[in-house]
Structures are given as C-alpha cells and as structure tokens.
C-alpha cells in the first residue's frame, strides 16, 4: 500500500515538473526570438530602403560605385576623397541637388531619402563597394 501511494506521488510530481518546464521552455523559446528578431529587423530595413534607393535612382549610372558618363566621378573612397567629399551630408547634397552635369534627385528620393541613400553610399565606399 505504501509503494503504491508512493508511486502515484511521483507520478504527480513528475508530471508537473513537465508542466512547468513545458512552459519555462515556451517562454525562453518566445523571449530567443523575440530578442533575435526585432533588431535584425530593424537593420535588414534600413540597410534595404538605401540599397533600393541607390538601384532605382542612381545604379543606373553609379553602378557598384562606378561612374559610366565620366569615370573619374565615380563613388569609390578614394575618388571621394579626391573631390572634397568626405562625410555623408556632401553626398546627401549631391543626391538632391545634383553636381555638374548630373542632376539632382530630391523629388525622387522623397523625404530623408537622400540621406539614407547617401549613408549607404557612404557605407559602401568604407567597404570598397565589396558586397558581403
Ligand atoms: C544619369 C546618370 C546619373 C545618375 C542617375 C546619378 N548620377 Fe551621380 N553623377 C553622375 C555624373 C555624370 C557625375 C559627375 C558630375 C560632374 O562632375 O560633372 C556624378 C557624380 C556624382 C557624385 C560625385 C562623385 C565624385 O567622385 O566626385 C556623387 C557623390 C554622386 N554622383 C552620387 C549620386 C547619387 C547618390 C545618385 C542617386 C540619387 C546619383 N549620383 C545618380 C551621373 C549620375
């Protein structure tokens, strides 16, 4: 009689061992992606809106940092550097205003548009335009 009894309370133990693991592991598994999820996120988007930017408005003559009307102009640091422009603002400048006989896309980008444009482009000048 007294196995028995013994018996069923373990089984009760056990079985809300499991319960309350069931739910530890339910809400760490909900908290890991919870975490994981929201900044990534928010990065992929940034990082997206300037890349879309950059290939519906200026890739077709600044292909991967290049410059098909006049080569030298092209988007590389050291080009850049060359022609005084050395931080994103001077960028976001030329994005909306355009630069000698290129013209400006402030309609295009809409609002910031050019300073986000002009940070990715910046971003990948740092990075000689090599894509990860
Ligand atoms: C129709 C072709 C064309 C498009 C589209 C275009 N550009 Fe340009 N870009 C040029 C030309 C041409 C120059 C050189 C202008 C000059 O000095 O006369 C230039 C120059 C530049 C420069 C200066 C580069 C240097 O080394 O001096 C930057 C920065 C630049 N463009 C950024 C952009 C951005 C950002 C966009 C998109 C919003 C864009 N361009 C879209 C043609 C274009």
Known sequence: MKTFQ????ITKIYKLIKRKLRVFFLI?????????SLPKDLNA??????GNLFKHNCAGCHMNGGNIIRRSKNLKISSLKRNGIDNPEA???IARQGIGIM???EDELGENGDQIVANWVWEQAQKAWVQE
């Open 28 to 36: 760490s598994l909900f908290c890991t992606f919870f975490y994981l």
């Open 45 to 50: 988007l940034e990082v997206n809106s300037g």
């Open 103 to 105: 013209s400006g896309y």
């Open 91 to 93: 960028i976001a400048k």
């Open 6 to 9: 013994k018996l069923i309370s």
